[in-house]
């Protein structure tokens, strides 16, 4: 069984930064894909951050892109989102995802989600 565990959320002022994480279990991590989504309220889910199997290829939306950084750690089947300078708009549900395709989730589309860790920035 597949499980994403996300951690890392919580409360931070304009300006701050929050580092969040996704531990990975039941499949083979190191050869997927894993990706960030949100979905702030009232909105749809939006693709954040992506990398590839190795991390080696990063890709970002346009409104994170020079804030967020997105890693992986293969060895601890961990995924990161470091987020800085966070915004009020920045907040949201975190969703973190895998699928054996990067592609997938650059198109917002995944095979395994996570539960979603909230991430408030007040202004």
């Known amino acids: 069984q597949v499980q994403l565990v996300e951690s890392g959320g919580g409360l931070v002022e304009a300006g701050g930064s929050l580092r969040l994480s996704c531990a990975a279990s039941g499949l083979t991590f190191s050869m997927h894909g894993t990706g960030w989504f949100r979905q702030a309220p009232g909105k749809e889910r939006e693709f954040v951050a992506a990398?590839?199997?190795?991390?080696?290829?990063?890709y970002y939306s346009d409104s994170v892109k020079g804030r967020f950084t997105i890693s992986r750690d293969n060895n601890k089947n961990t995924v990161y989102l470091q987020m800085n300078s966070l915004k009020p708009e920045d907040t949201a549900v975190y969703y973190c995802?895998?699928?054996?395709?990067?592609?997938?989730?650059?198109?917002?589309?995944?095979?395994?989600w996570g539960q979603g860790t909230h991430v408030t920035v007040s202004s």
């Open positions: 995802a895998v699928d054996k395709e990067t592609v997938n989730l650059r198109n917002g589309r995944a095979t395994y």
């Open positions: 990398a590839t199997w190795t991390g080696a290829m990063r």
